[in-house]
């Protein structure tokens, strides 16, 4: 069976669900199940002859021996059982449930995994596969997983400026469906000629992540499982606690992260009159700068810890995380002087699945203790203004970040020119700022624009109306989002 030919029976058995109300997410949640057991049946196999600790009772021959009712209860029963293995078997199955009422669908789906030799295809036809399904997943604004799931045009941009290097870890402490990870594996075995020691570093030593949502924890993992990351029988790469709680237990060369959007870290709990309430987490961590319950300033500071001194990070941050004062003021303050904060590329709307987001991403490379600040000038390119994404008809693709990459010039960032094409000169989006007029600014605010927004001027090049109209939706967003912590902090006062 050739790759379109599974494709297309991938995607149309997940039309079929659809229409009896099972989601992307759900689909690809029992595909990942269905996927696993298939493959480990295949191994069990020769050549490979491996066990990969899935009892005879709940592996792929027992479920494809039933139909029916039969067939429903021992699926329950089986993603139930593996659930409490550990390692990545466990991981896989924590918290499992069937989506698929209809047992006659259920046998269909797994006759159609059955089909497929999914151990020999190739990695690339096999994650194409997920992706894409990972992708429409985000799509489906009403399962909220678009927050899980960072534009791949993004990632590779940030990749390619970071330049990982074979035998180096690659961490990230909110990893979502492993986007960071994949882009970071692309780069080291398309721009690298790994001998035999460093395929091995790369498929079982250099990722780590943290994820505390199960069904994304797991659909990262398979993500990873199908790219050829880690081991079906072996531990997994991808932790469920929560990384702001503690130091990590390691430090790494990299971190690539977009930590999940919202200002506020909190948990729910029920009051004494049965109703569900949040209440902030602040961590008070030794290591940390400023105690504070904004979960952006906590992971900037988390990341910051868990590299090496000469380790480096590319971080995507909302807004607040340059302008906030108090606490923000401070972390700020602190990335300046003991790291080298050296860019930031400013984003523009449109281009992430949670509406009301006005994010940047922040490029420092951690140093040894020193009494000067080690953030001489910080580079801007501003791909914000004037930039008009969406998420249909408008996607940012790799090329809209191509100019910012010849400018961020990643294979020497300390030969780089503030007008590196004078007849382009790319609208004057790329510029720099010293450390001393950083710090004399307000808050020590690295909010920074200087381009003219044309779109307030020039009436004669408006943007297209649904560009105007998903604009004004996202400053209500960002807006409506701003007046729900005031509130929240109002009825905590009073």
Known sequence: MNTSTIVSKVWSFCTTLRDDGVGYGDYLEQLTYLIFLKMADEYSKPPYNRDVGIPAAYNWQSLKSKKGAELEVHYVTLLRELGNKSGMLGQIFTKAQNKIQDPAKLYRLIDMVDDTEWVTMGADTKGDIYEGLLEKNAEDTKSGAGQYFTPRALIKAMVECVRPEPNKTIADPACGTGGFFLSAYDFLVNNHKLDKNQKAFLKHETFFGNEIVANTRRLCLMNMFLHNIGEMDGESAVSPNDALVAPSPRTFDYVLANP?????????????????????????????????????????????????????????????????????????KKLLETTELHTILRLPTGIFYANGVKANVLFFDNREASKEPWTKEVWYYDYRTNIHHTLKKKTMRADDLSDFIVCYNPENRHARKEAWDAEKNLEGRWRKFSYDELISRDKTSLDIFWLKDKSLSDLDNLPEPDELAQDIIENLEAGLNSFREILGALNKVA
Not at 273 to 288: A, H, I, P, S
Not at 300 to 321: C, F
């Open 260 to 332: 999940p959007f919202g200002k506020k870290s909190s948990m729910s709990f029920t009051n004494e009159e049965g109703e569900q309430e949040t209440d902030d987490l602040t961590y008070n961590r030794q290591d940390f700068w400023a105690t504070t319950s904004n979960k952006q300033l906590n992971f900037v500071q988390h990341i910051r810890s868990m590299l090496k001194t000469t380790g480096r990070a590319a971080v995507v941050v909302p807004d607040n995380v340059l302008f906030e004062g108090g606490a923000g003021e401070t972390v700020r």
